[in-house]
Protein backbone atom coordinates (compact mmCIF):
# COMPACT_ATOMS: atom_id res chain seq x y z
CA UNK A 1 0.00 0.00 0.00
CA UNK A 2 3.23 2.25 0.01
CA UNK A 3 3.35 2.61 -3.81
CA UNK A 4 -0.69 4.41 -3.43
CA UNK A 5 -0.05 6.29 -0.71
CA UNK A 6 3.55 7.64 -2.39
CA UNK A 7 1.15 8.69 -5.38
CA UNK A 8 -1.26 10.02 -3.45
CA UNK A 9 1.05 12.50 -1.68
CA UNK A 10 3.11 13.29 -4.86
CA UNK A 11 -0.14 14.25 -5.90
CA UNK A 12 -1.01 16.09 -3.00
CA UNK A 13 2.30 18.58 -2.84
CA UNK A 14 1.90 19.24 -7.28
CA UNK A 15 -1.63 20.39 -6.52
CA UNK A 16 -0.82 22.33 -3.47
CA UNK A 17 2.04 24.28 -5.33
CA UNK A 18 -0.08 24.75 -8.50
CA UNK A 19 -2.86 26.24 -6.73
CA UNK A 20 -0.69 28.15 -4.28
CA UNK A 21 1.03 30.05 -7.51
CA UNK A 22 -2.05 30.04 -9.67
CA UNK A 23 -4.47 31.58 -6.47
CA UNK A 24 -2.01 34.49 -5.78
CA UNK A 25 -3.99 38.13 -4.81
CA UNK A 26 -1.46 39.56 -7.98
CA UNK A 27 -2.68 36.88 -10.37
CA UNK A 28 -6.47 37.15 -9.80
CA UNK A 29 -6.50 41.10 -9.16
CA UNK A 30 -3.52 42.90 -11.36
CA UNK A 31 -3.51 46.11 -9.76
CA UNK A 32 -2.86 48.61 -12.70
CA UNK A 33 -5.09 46.95 -14.92
CA UNK A 34 -7.67 47.66 -12.27
CA UNK A 35 -6.75 51.18 -11.48
CA UNK A 36 -6.80 51.47 -15.61
CA UNK A 37 -10.78 49.76 -15.91
CA UNK A 38 -11.99 51.69 -12.64
CA UNK A 39 -10.23 54.90 -14.00
CA UNK A 40 -12.49 54.69 -17.30
CA UNK A 41 -15.61 53.79 -15.13
CA UNK A 42 -15.42 56.70 -13.29
CA UNK A 43 -14.68 59.11 -16.28
CA UNK A 44 -17.56 57.44 -18.16
CA UNK A 45 -20.19 56.23 -16.22
CA UNK A 46 -23.20 54.88 -17.89
CA UNK A 47 -21.18 54.57 -20.90
CA UNK A 48 -18.40 51.53 -20.69
CA UNK A 49 -18.88 49.81 -23.92
CA UNK A 50 -15.06 51.07 -24.98
CA UNK A 51 -13.92 49.60 -21.65
CA UNK A 52 -10.95 47.21 -22.57
CA UNK A 53 -10.49 44.36 -19.72
CA UNK A 54 -7.57 42.00 -20.73
CA UNK A 55 -8.65 38.47 -20.98
CA UNK A 56 -5.34 37.55 -18.82
CA UNK A 57 -7.48 37.49 -15.06
CA UNK A 58 -10.85 36.59 -13.68
CA UNK A 59 -12.71 40.11 -13.41
CA UNK A 60 -11.52 40.81 -17.41
CA UNK A 61 -12.74 37.88 -18.49
CA UNK A 62 -16.16 38.27 -16.64
CA UNK A 63 -16.38 41.85 -17.69
CA UNK A 64 -15.71 40.86 -21.71
CA UNK A 65 -18.45 38.58 -21.21
CA UNK A 66 -20.87 40.91 -19.90
CA UNK A 67 -19.83 43.70 -22.40
CA UNK A 68 -20.08 41.30 -24.90
CA UNK A 69 -23.80 41.96 -24.58
CA UNK A 70 -23.90 45.81 -24.70
CA UNK A 71 -26.22 47.33 -25.32
CA UNK A 72 -29.11 45.16 -23.50
CA UNK A 73 -30.87 45.58 -20.44
CA UNK A 74 -29.24 45.42 -16.96
CA UNK A 75 -31.01 41.65 -17.03
CA UNK A 76 -29.47 40.59 -19.33
CA UNK A 77 -25.55 42.24 -18.71
CA UNK A 78 -26.34 40.44 -15.12
CA UNK A 79 -27.19 36.86 -16.41
CA UNK A 80 -24.02 37.05 -18.67
CA UNK A 81 -21.36 38.15 -16.04
CA UNK A 82 -22.80 35.41 -13.25
CA UNK A 83 -22.82 32.66 -16.04
CA UNK A 84 -18.82 33.82 -16.23
CA UNK A 85 -18.45 34.44 -13.16
CA UNK A 86 -19.59 30.50 -12.78
CA UNK A 87 -16.83 29.25 -15.14
CA UNK A 88 -14.08 31.38 -13.48
CA UNK A 89 -15.20 30.00 -9.94
CA UNK A 90 -14.85 26.58 -11.71
CA UNK A 91 -11.33 27.58 -12.60
CA UNK A 92 -10.41 28.88 -9.02
CA UNK A 93 -11.49 25.49 -7.66
CA UNK A 94 -10.34 22.98 -9.83
CA UNK A 95 -7.94 20.51 -8.26
CA UNK A 96 -9.98 21.13 -4.27
CA UNK A 97 -12.03 17.91 -5.39
CA UNK A 98 -9.12 15.57 -5.75
CA UNK A 99 -7.14 17.11 -2.50
CA UNK A 100 -10.49 16.62 -0.66
CA UNK A 101 -10.15 12.66 -2.17
CA UNK A 102 -6.76 12.73 -1.01
CA UNK A 103 -7.91 14.19 2.35
CA UNK A 104 -10.52 10.91 2.47
CA UNK A 105 -8.41 8.24 0.85
CA UNK A 106 -4.97 8.96 2.40
CA UNK A 107 -5.72 7.45 5.72
CA UNK A 108 -7.82 4.20 4.68
CA UNK A 109 -5.26 3.18 2.54
CA UNK A 110 -2.54 3.45 5.55
CA UNK A 111 -5.19 1.85 7.62
CA UNK A 112 -5.72 -1.27 4.84
CA UNK A 113 -2.13 -1.25 4.49
CA UNK A 114 -2.04 -2.11 8.22
CA UNK A 115 -4.97 -4.77 7.73
CA UNK A 116 -3.17 -6.37 4.93
CA UNK A 117 0.43 -6.65 7.31
CA UNK A 118 -1.12 -7.69 10.39
CA UNK A 119 -2.70 -10.65 7.78
CA UNK A 120 0.65 -11.27 6.88
CA UNK A 121 2.33 -11.35 10.44
CA UNK A 122 -0.51 -13.59 11.63
CA UNK A 123 -0.12 -15.96 8.63
CA UNK A 124 3.70 -15.90 9.41
CA UNK A 125 3.45 -16.79 13.06
CA UNK A 126 0.67 -19.73 12.13
CA UNK A 127 3.04 -21.02 10.16
CA UNK A 128 6.65 -20.55 12.38
CA UNK A 129 4.74 -21.44 15.86
CA UNK A 130 4.13 -18.85 18.46
CA UNK A 131 7.26 -19.06 20.13
CA UNK A 132 8.71 -16.33 17.96
CA UNK A 133 7.35 -12.81 19.74
CA UNK A 134 10.69 -11.02 17.85
CA UNK A 135 8.82 -11.67 14.75
CA UNK A 136 5.48 -10.86 15.87
CA UNK A 137 6.79 -7.48 17.48
CA UNK A 138 8.36 -6.43 14.12
CA UNK A 139 5.58 -7.05 11.56
CA UNK A 140 2.93 -5.55 13.92
CA UNK A 141 5.45 -2.39 14.24
CA UNK A 142 6.00 -3.00 9.50
CA UNK A 143 1.98 -3.11 9.19
CA UNK A 144 1.39 0.25 11.38
CA UNK A 145 3.67 2.37 9.41
CA UNK A 146 1.16 2.18 6.44
CA UNK A 147 -1.45 3.80 8.95
CA UNK A 148 1.29 6.19 10.00
CA UNK A 149 1.88 7.27 6.44
CA UNK A 150 -1.55 7.56 5.59
CA UNK A 151 -2.46 10.44 8.15
CA UNK A 152 0.95 11.86 7.38
CA UNK A 153 -0.58 12.57 3.90
CA UNK A 154 -4.19 12.75 4.92
CA UNK A 155 -3.47 15.76 7.63
CA UNK A 156 -1.54 18.21 5.74
CA UNK A 157 -4.10 17.55 2.43
CA UNK A 158 -6.93 18.14 4.90
CA UNK A 159 -4.81 21.24 6.12
CA UNK A 160 -4.28 22.51 2.86
CA UNK A 161 -7.56 21.57 1.41
CA UNK A 162 -8.99 23.57 4.34
CA UNK A 163 -6.96 26.67 3.96
CA UNK A 164 -6.99 26.72 -0.30
CA UNK A 165 -10.99 26.50 0.11
CA UNK A 166 -11.34 29.44 2.17
CA UNK A 167 -8.94 31.24 -0.02
CA UNK A 168 -11.01 30.50 -2.96
CA UNK A 169 -14.43 32.14 -0.81
CA UNK A 170 -11.97 35.29 -0.06
CA UNK A 171 -11.02 35.36 -4.18
CA UNK A 172 -14.87 35.51 -4.95
CA UNK A 173 -16.09 37.66 -2.82
CA UNK A 174 -13.48 40.16 -3.85
CA UNK A 175 -14.08 39.35 -7.33
CA UNK A 176 -17.84 39.90 -6.49
CA UNK A 177 -17.35 43.30 -5.20
CA UNK A 178 -15.59 44.40 -8.22
CA UNK A 179 -17.40 43.29 -11.11
CA UNK A 180 -20.48 44.92 -8.69
CA UNK A 181 -18.31 48.14 -8.99
CA UNK A 182 -18.47 47.99 -13.03
CA UNK A 183 -22.04 47.12 -12.83
CA UNK A 184 -23.05 49.89 -10.80
CA UNK A 185 -21.13 52.36 -13.36
CA UNK A 186 -23.04 50.83 -15.93
CA UNK A 187 -26.33 50.96 -14.53
CA UNK A 188 -26.29 53.56 -12.08
CA UNK A 189 -29.95 53.30 -11.06
CA UNK A 190 -30.13 49.69 -10.51
Known amino acids: MMAPLGLCSLIMV ?15 FPVHELERLRAYAEVHEGDLSKLQPTHNNPIGRILLKGLGVIPAPASRFKEAIQDQARHELHYLEK ?6 IIVGVAPLLGLLGTALGMIDVFNNLAVEGPGRTEALSGG ?14 G ?6 FNLLSRRVESLALQIEQEVLFFYHKLYPQD
Not at 140 to 153: K, M, N, Q, Y
Request: glycine share 4%.
Open 14 to 28: TLIIERLIALRRSRI
Open 95 to 100: GLVVLE
Open 140 to 153: ISEALLTTVCGLAI
Open 155 to 160: IPALIA
